[in-house]
């Protein structure tokens, strides 16, 4: 069965870090690009970050530049996104998908390229 599995998300005090893990079953990333996206409650799904497969391009969102950073570890077929300095507004559950494409700041836009997603982990950001 072809899917992504994610992992790391857990309950944070605001000003803390986490890594969220993105891993495929069925496939290997290598010529895949991952984007993250997450949902919070009662707001649409929206994009975080992308990294390409080729040359390791990567995108992000204005809300989280700075703070996260998307990274790729093709030997381990994991992509991870090491969330850091997390405020209450970064509470959503987290998605990683798979495309054979990398579109660039197109990303934000439009997610129907994305060809594979995982079921979602909960980052919740609280005191």
């Known amino acids: 069965q072809v899917q992504l599995v994610e992992s790391g998300g857990a309950l944070v005090q605001p000003g803390g870090s986490l890594r969220l893990s993105c891993a495929p079953s069925g496939f290997t990333l290598d010529d895949y690009a991952i984007g993250w996206f997450r949902q919070a409650p009662g707001k649409e799904r929206e994009g975080v970050s992308c990294?390409?497969?080729?040359?390791?391009?990567?995108v992000y969102a204005d809300s989280v530049k700075g703070r996260f950073t998307i990274s790729r570890d093709n030997a381990k077929n994991t992509v991870y996104l090491q969330m850091n300095s997390l405020k209450p507004e970064d509470t959503a559950v987290y998605y990683c998908?798979?495309?054979?494409?990398?579109?660039?700041?197109?990303?934000?836009?439009?997610?129907?390229?994305?060809?594979?997603w995982g079921q979602g982990t909960q980052v919740t950001v609280s005191s």
């Open positions: 990294i390409s497969s080729s040359d390791g391009s990567t």
């Open positions: 998908a798979a495309s054979r494409y990398f579109l660039g700041s197109a990303f934000f836009g439009s997610s129907w390229y994305f060809d594979y």
